[in-house]
T-cell receptor, first 110, second 113 residues
Framework: SQQGEEDPQALSIQEGENATMNCSYKTSINNLQWYRQNSGRGLVHLILIRSNEREKHSGRLRVTLDTSKKSSSLLITASRAADTASYFCATYTNDYKLSFGAGTTVTVRA | NAGVTQTPKFRVLKTGQSMTLLCAQDMNHEYMYWYRQDPGMGLRLIHYSVGEGTTAKGEVPDGYNVSRLKKQNFLLGLESAAPSQTSVYFC????????????FGPGTRLTVT
């Protein structure tokens, strides 16, 4: 079964706007990761936040983690057409198995 | 650095045929993984390997076999393909000690008719 669940399933925004998506997970974690998948391509790792961190930034990305609520959010600021993709959160359920949610599909309109 | 590569990119099989998907990584990673991705279901782990000569079952291993004879290669075999195995298959690798980010290949789109 999936460890992570993203919300919303789909998001459509205007270029230049911010996009926020959320992830909830079920069990305790060592870290939580976000990945991006452009249409027809493999997944690309975006950012990893450890369980003792509350917020992390990477370029236009901001990730928050609330372990008490077992939730995380990914914010993409000043979106661009190239940000159109599916975004997945993922957590390890043991030392080896990375479990993914079903993803949020983001469409950035010009 | 090519990263993670997969062969082939596309394949169409008839029910009952067999095939092998090849994954190769040049990052000296210990761990390698095979996933399948189906619409609305995210990625599901088929098999994984924690080092050369080792393999283990993931969430959906039935109908698949794997081998890791060399550290850089991880093979996924379908002995008798079924339409339910129509999917996009991704290989990934990660460095020692797990819990690290995974690096994905570009995928193989397989259709079984």
């Amino acid at each position: 079964s999936q460890q992570g669940e993203e919300d919303p399933q789909a998001l459509s925004i205007q270029e230049g706007e911010n996009a926020t998506m959320n992830c909830s997970y079920k069990t305790s974690i060592n870290n939580l990761q976000w990945y991006r998948q452009n249409s027809g391509r493999g997944l690309v790792h975006l950012i990893l936040i450890r369980s003792n961190e509350r917020e992390k930034h990477s370029g236009r990305l901001r990730v928050t983690l609330d372990t008490s609520k077992k939730s995380s959010s990914l914010l993409i600021t000043a979106s661009r057409a190239a940000d159109t993709a599916s975004y997945f959160c993922a957590t390890y359920t043991n030392d080896y198995k990375l479990s993914f949610g079903a993803g949020t599909t983001v469409t950035v309109r010009a | 650095n090519a990263g993670v590569t997969q062969t082939p990119k596309f394949r169409v099989l008839k029910t009952g045929q067999s095939m092998t998907l090849l994954c190769a990584q040049d990052m000296n990673h210990e761990y390698m993984y095979w996933y399948r991705q189906d619409p609305g279901m995210g990625l599901r782990l088929i098999h994984y390997s924690v080092g050369e000569g080792t393999t283990a079952k993931g969430e959906v291993p039935d109908g698949y076999n794997v081998s890791r004879l060399k550290k850089q290669n991880f093979l996924l075999g379908l002995e008798s393909a079924a339409p339910s195995q129509t999917s996009v298959y991704f290989c990934a690798s990660s460095s020692y000690r797990g819990h690290y980010e995974q690096y994905f290949g570009p995928g193989t789109r397989l259709t079984v008719t």
